[in-house]
């Protein structure tokens, strides 16, 4: 099984683990992911203004080189997930789609299907053939899972779960073999980059989080947004946080290759 | 510009329909930054449907906002209030000279594990 692979800019630098562990893991369960040519970064955050053209080429081109090779598109950072697969909905609106395409002067419809990797493990691999191919498993491990806002919302474009009762992480942690913690928080928003210029701010949103699974028994949070997790840890979290790729190549036992 | 013209614009930026709150208050409910907020989601709805607009354009309220779309989903209207702060925010930083960051401001931000994810939101959300 062959995917286009978008890592983003984070990826690249600050948030190296969740990318390594991501490529080692997939490989293990016998999935190449080709990075698609000279991406340029997403931007972090979508803009939701209907009259915002040039925020969203980026995404645009990545989507279209994805359909151009013939493969579905898979992302990591929940950011990216969220800029990307919120620009293609706003591609299949003809209007929009014919102003970004007159900037990019290439014709794109919003067609090519994006997968986040916890999607592409429950929906294309299967969380069965996910534990079938464990062989470290996390017995005992109190997970708590942080999906955040961005994974999630707005549910009627992102399409990835119960957005108040999601479960897709939970099922990924029981397929390591661990246990998942179930908190009221695990849906809300860490702060994100407000920690830039108000950091009391972001303080109060991530501590809310962190200490309700701490309160709730968890042993370690896990995420798949870098910025989530700069802000549970810069504001103290009780407990580490870590991304989901590096549990699921410890599991699957290629974490130190 | 004038109030009703204002309104109009905000309207056509963000999409979204503010005539259908019920004035329910779950948006405001549901904010993580409502702490933060001078101006609140349901006043934001309530006062662009009102045309009450330079109040908000002034206001710290528009940073404060992480578009997390918690508002979004649970609005038992589908009055998509994010969507109007956002256009608001845009209406002021669109203005010459009225970016809310600059390159400049960055250094003294920074730390060591800070994220770039960080940075390019933030300057996509407070600059134009």
């Not at chain 1, 549970?232 to 407990?239: A, D, E, P």
């Not at chain 2, 933060?36 to 906002?65: R, T, W």
Request: hydrophobic share 35%.
């Amino acid at each position: 099984m062959k995917f286009s692979y978008y890592p983003g800019c984070t990826l690249k630098n600050k948030a190296k683990d969740l990318d390594e562990y991501a490529r080692k893991s997939a490989l293990a369960l016998g999935v190449e992911l080709e990075e698609i040519e000279n991406w340029q970064c997403c931007g972090g955050v979508f803009t939701t203004a209907k009259d915002e053209i040039a925020t969203k080429l980026s995404s645009v081109r990545a989507l279209k080189q994805a359909q151009d090779k013939g493969y579905d598109l898979v992302t990591v950072c929940s950011a990216c997930h969220n800029v990307i697969k919120q620009t293609n909905f706003a591609m299949q609106d003809e209007e929009f789609a014919s102003k970004v395409n007159n900037y990019n002067g290439e014709v794109y419809d919003g067609s090519t299907k994006v997968y986040h990797y916890l999607e592409l493990l429950r929906d294309v691999i299967g969380f069965d053939k996910v534990k079938e191919k464990v062989v470290n498993p996390l017995k005992g491990k109190k997970i708590a899972p942080y999906y955040g806002c961005l994974l999630l919302r707005p549910n009627g474009v992102m399409k990835m779960d119960d957005p108040e009762n999601p479960k897709i992480m939970e099922d990924f942690i029981r397929a390591i073999g661990a246990d998942p913690v179930y908190y009221a928080n695990r849906n809300e928003c860490c702060g994100g980059y407000v920690a830039l210029e108000d950091a009391e701010q972001a303080k109060q949103s991530s501590n809310r989080v962190s200490n309700n699974a701490v309160n709730c028994g968890a042993e370690v949070i896990v995420t798949a947004c870098p910025l989530c997790k700069y802000n549970l840890v810069k504001n103290g979290s009780k407990i580490p946080v870590i991304y989901f790729t590096e549990l699921l190549a410890e599991a699957l036992g290629v974490k130190e290759n | 510009m004038d109030n009703n013209l204002l309104k109009e614009e905000l309207i056509r930026i963000s999409g979204a329909k503010p005539v259908k709150c019920m004035s329910c208050g779950k948006c405001s409910a549901t904010c993580p930054a409502y702490e933060q907020m001078e101006y609140h989601p349901h006043q934001f709805v309530n006062m662009i449907a009102n045309g009450d607009i330079e109040p908000l354009l002034n206001s710290k309220s528009i940073y404060k906002c992480l578009t997390c779309f918690a508002c979004v989903d649970r609005c038992p209207r589908g009055v998509e209030p994010a969507k109007l702060v956002e256009a608001v925010r845009l209406v002021s930083v669109r203005k010459q000279g009225n970016n809310h960051l600059t390159a400049n401001d960055i250094p003294q931000l920074l730390d060591e594990e800070i994220p770039q994810q960080a940075l390019v939101s933030a300057f996509r959300k407070y600059t134009k």
